[in-house]
């Protein structure tokens, strides 16, 4: 290696890509010592991640992890086949089949047990039919998926104006308005106060990571996906679970009426995103990465103030106060001095949170539709490169139209949207085989 070769990583989502696409910066090495080289059009498995379906062409050149394996094809392979072919049902359960290792983390596909697979390798021309055949599938499911996205991406818009205008003016359009006397936020209603988070709230940031330690209770940890990922945080979402102390514990456990916010982030747009806790949930902790608020009962409503503060105007607070160069943080002092408006009875802030939600409710059943029918389609994907490469459908007499020329572009919709790195790039720098 010369030492100047642009350094790639497995992404779930884009395949091999340079590792400074990638938004999960923290799981690359600073340095590839013992890396392996990388022609345009090799095909590169990660080991680790092999019984997944991990499996991506090269579409440039460079240096990947040790950990990873470099499959250069022979001349009567196409690599595009093979990478379809290696990411079906049939071969994901035979290469989890062949993998070695104690603790699922950490299973290994290993070169010469990879070689023991046999493969289903149909003439050269057919397996460039069948490839060409999938990419203009491609294409037509990108368009639907791309559609779908946008429907979603308006109806979440209209949702979020009718939030933001529910917590900054209320419901009830006759009563009169009062200058707010700060510039973002206008006119409010004239009975409400302006209040400082800290003066309402009780905020208490967590430093608990998914460590393990034996002198510690086992716990289970809301993490910082959890909160991006949901609005509402109950026993039904997936958490990690870790240990803490027992002091650690008594102040972060959550209770009904919690808002979790994220409080640092590699964007200051993912700053400050809430989740609500709707009832006491024991044994789970606020892990860290994020920020427990405890509403005081008798000034706000939890609910309210996770809509308040997810309301587009009030979280731009957030962005704004956020610091950092690389990633970005709020401390303490900014959430506390973080300002909402704020109905001075909890029963119009019940109120305001009903009329939220019957409002909104249309629109998310719209939404629930739109992802539900992009899931379908993306089940039909899979199902359709499964047939197409284990010769379910002959495809030998397929010839593509006039109107179905693909460039890259086209299959952007594909990608969902989680830069999800395959590994750390660090996890086996031996280079064995």
């Known amino acids: 290696m010369r030492g100047d070769e642009t350094h790639l990583s497995m992404s779930q989502v884009h395949g091999l890509v340079p590792s400074k696409n990638l938004t999960r910066k923290s799981l690359q090495s600073a340095t590839y010592a013992g890396g392996k080289l990388v022609a345009e059009h090799d095909l590169v498995l990660n080991r680790l991640k092999a019984h997944l379906g991990v499996f991506a062409r090269a579409k440039q050149t460079g240096v990947v992890s040790p950990d990873y394996t470099v499959l250069r094809p022979n001349g009567i392979v196409s690599v595009r086949y093979c990478e379809s072919l290696f990411r079906t049902p049939m071969y994901i359960a035979e290469f989890r089949r062949r993998t070695k290792g104690i603790v699922e983390g950490f299973w290994r596909l290993y070169t010469d047990d990879f070689y023991d697979v046999s ?22 499911i990108a368009r639907f ?85 949901n609005d509402r945080i109950t026993n039904d979402v997936d958490l990690m679970r870790a240990t803490a102390t027992t002091a650690e514990i008594a102040r972060l456990t959550l209770k009904a009426g919690d808002v979790i916010i994220t409080k640092d982030s590699e964007t200051p747009d993912d700053i400050g995103v809430p989740a609500w806790v709707p009832e006491d949930l024991p044994g789970v902790i606020c892990a860290y990465h994020l920020g427990l608020l405890r509403p005081e009962p008798k000034r706000v409503v939890g609910e309210f103030l996770f809509r308040a ?16 160069v690389t990633r970005f943080a709020l401390g303490k002092h900014d959430v506390k001095n973080a300002v909402i408006p704020l109905p001075p009875k909890l029963e119009e802030q019940q109120a305001i949170c009903r009329w939220i939600a019957d409002e909104c409710q249309p629109l998310d059943e719209a939404i629930a539709r739109a992802e539900a029918e992009i899931t379908l389609i993306r089940e039909y994907r899979d199902r359709l490169i499964s047939d197409a490469v284990t010769g379910q459908i002959d495809l030998r007499d397929w010839r593509p139209g006039p109107d179905d020329e693909v460039g890259d572009g086209d299959l952007a919709a594909l990608d969902d949207g989680d830069d999800e790195v395959c590994s750390t790039d660090e996890e086996d720098a031996d280079g064995n085989e």
């Open 309 to 324: 503060i997810g309301s587009t105007r009030i979280a731009q607070q957030f962005h704004v106060l956020a610091t950092g």
């Open 145 to 229: 998926i791309k559609a779908k996205r946008e429907l979603i991406g308006l109806l979440t818009e209209q949702n979020l104006r009718i939030i933001d205008q529910a917590v900054t003016r209320g419901i009830d359009a006759s009563v009169k308005l009062k200058p707010s006397g700060i510039g973002w936020l206008g006119d409010v209603p004239e009975h409400w106060e302006i209040a400082s988070i800290k003066h309402v709230v009780d905020v208490r940031l967590s430093g608990v990571d998914k460590h393990s330690h034996e002198d510690e209770t086992p716990v289970r940890l809301c993490n910082y996906t959890n909160v991006y990922k």
């Open 119 to 140: 493969a289903l390798i149909p003439p050269p021309e057919e397996q460039n039919q069948i490839v060409a055949y999938l990419r203009v599938q491609d294409a037509h």
